[in-house]
């Protein structure tokens, strides 16, 4: 094995939480240090993007139906970038007053950054513009001359997702890592779904590794940074579907030499976390093309408007065990929406699910197995007295009938919401061969995987009037143990629980962007 791939196994054991012991982090938050969650460049064209909160979006019922693509404009790149990343609303309680976003981030942290690279739009040239969510607009960093725009269809475009591990660091410590790279894969998802509702599509570049897509983005240029901000992925926005992968070196060829602004000091001072970039520099490694197949579609009843579903997207803090029970329906709803590949690729992510309050379901422990390949050797790895038996659901099996309400709570860093809701379940991945096949990299990719299934759990959760809530605190080897998991062959990387939550009237919700002209 690699020195990388060694450091990520490093990584990942020294993470763990068990009943001993918490993975190391300052243990209380140091307020003095919160970072900033918004990133801006200092000096900087400002390009003021026009509100999109009153344009009617497709039903959320329709995301995977055959669509016209709307026109590529500022005003489809303004509701791309408003139902997937922005603000969605403001809290107000006791005087304190913060934002929630669209897409999902631990601790509400986020530490995931967007960058655009957009044709001749807003500019006479290429431009490479970073997205702030605080103020709706771009930032223009460069503008350069290329004709990548005549090898592609017509209003096709990219985002590059970044991501800034402090954020998260500043409060778990060196667990951070994981969370950022879930944070990234929630992103994602947002962004897979708010093109859909534009008839966009959405393709994973593959063909750069960190330092082509650190130097695209502006990032090696240390002297305008003083927190560090590390690339995690390219994204092709594209009217049309398509495999073919874009030759994005040809932009690095006719770069400046030096990007406009400075970025703005998210902290005062940084607690040194020497693991954290040591993990980011074992990952950094081109990412290899996985095995290509059918995108997951999925046919929905009719239900909420999409940019509703979106905006009204929450985590809670505590589930109401007295009105969690939820339908049959309602809960293979929830799943089909994740039974199957989200981007295209062969998954390597199941669900191990315990049911507590599901009508027509008993009280036990379940998996779906979103891979069928993996069937055989996860009866190998797991419990030899495991049931398997087939439920109604395609790919959803029994494994064990019993209650799993306190042990899913104590798994759960004895959090409540993992008990007292209709279901949690933990994300089992493919793990030691999917990094030692396909490198270091694959550890990010197998967390982006889990995050966006997390965004998507989210969103379906919401379109039926129910709550969800990703998990990121749990003891992993005591999920493997009760799986009966010995070996690294499989790993659980996040926890997810559905419910009805307890809506706090003591916390005021207040619109975003409520001082933007429309």
């Known amino acids: 094995m690699t020195k990388d791939i060694n450091t990520v196994f490093h990584y990942h054991e020294i993470t763990k939480h068990s009943p001993q012991r918490y993975a190391r982090s300052l243990g209380y938050m140091d307020w003095s240090t919160q970072p900033n969650p918004f990133r801006e460049y200092k000096n900087t064209q400002k390009i ?127 667990r951070a890592f994981r969370y950022v790279n879930l944070d990234a894969g929630h992103a994602w998802q947002s962004i897979v779904v708010s093109a859909k509702m534009l008839g966009w599509h959405t393709t994973r570049v593959d063909s750069l590794n960190d330092a082509q897509m650190a130097k695209l983005l502006g990032l090696d240029q240390k002297e305008r940074f003083y927190e560090d901000e590390h690339p995690d992925m390219i994204v092709v926005v594209s009217p049309k579907e398509t495999d073919k992968q874009p030759n994005l070196s040809e932009l690095l060829s006719v770069l400046p030499k030096k990007f406009d602004g400075v970025a703005n000091q998210l902290s005062p001072s940084m607690y040194p976390w020497d693991i954290i970039p040591k993990i980011v520099s074992a990952t ?50 929830l799943l089909q929406s994740v039974n199957g590949s989200l981007d295209g690729k062969h998954n390597a992510a199941h669900l191990c699910i315990f049911i507590h309050r599901v009508d027509g379901y008993k009280k036990g422990a379940y998996i779906l197995l979103r891979n069928e390949d993996d069937k055989e050797h996860l009866q190998q790895e797991m419990h030899n007295d495991f049931l398997w038996h087939a439920c109604e659901l395609e790919n959803l099996y029994l494994l064990k009938e019993d209650d799993f309400t306190f042990a899913s709570k104590a798994i759960s860093c004895s959090q409540d919401i993992a008990s007292d809701g209709s279901f949690s379940l933990g994300m ?84 975003a962007y409520e001082n933007l002209a429309e």
């Not at 109401?320 to 293979?332: N, R």
């Not at 070996?487 to 706090?504: A, K, P, S």
Request: with cysteine; hydrophobic share 35%.
């Open 48 to 174: 003021k993007l026009p509100l999109a909160m009153k344009n009617t979006t497709i039903p959320y019922s329709l995301l995977d139906a055959d669509k016209p693509s709307a026109p590529l404009c500022i005003e489809s790149i303004s509701q791309l970038l408003q139902f997937s990343l922005a603000i969605a609303a403001y809290k107000s309680a006791d005087g304190n007053r913060w934002a929630v976003r669209c897409n999902a981030s631990s601790g509400n942290l986020h530490p995931t950054e967007a960058y655009l690279i957009l044709p001749p739009l807003v500019n006479e040239n290429t431009s490479i513009m970073h997205y702030t969510p605080k103020d709706h607009a771009l930032e223009k960093l460069t503008e350069l001359q290329s004709n990548i725009w005549e090898s592609l269809p017509p209003g096709t475009f990219f985002i590059a997702l970044c991501s800034i591990a402090w954020r998260e660091a500043w409060k778990y410590g060196e």
């Open 428 to 511: 089992l991945c493919r793990f030691s061969n999917e990094i030692i096949e396909y490198s270091a990299h694959r550890y990010r990719e197998l967390y982006w995987e889990c995050g966006a299934i997390g965004q998507q759990l989210y969103l379906e959760a919401t379109s039926l009037g129910l709550n969800g809530t990703g998990i990121g605190c749990f003891l992993d080897d005591t999920m493997h143990s009760l799986l009966g998991i010995k070996t690294n062959n499989f790993q659980i990387l996040y926890h997810f629980t559905v419910g009805r939550g307890f809506v706090d009237s003591r916390i005021l919700s207040l619109p």
């Open 284 to 333: 950094a490694s081109k990412e290899l093309p996985q095995q290509s197949t059918q995108k997951l579609k999925v046919t929905r009843e009719a239900s909420k408007e999409s940019k509703e579903v979106v905006l009204k997207r929450r985590s809670v803090h505590v589930m109401k065990s007295d009105i969690s029970t939820i339908t049959k329906k309602q809960f293979h709803t």
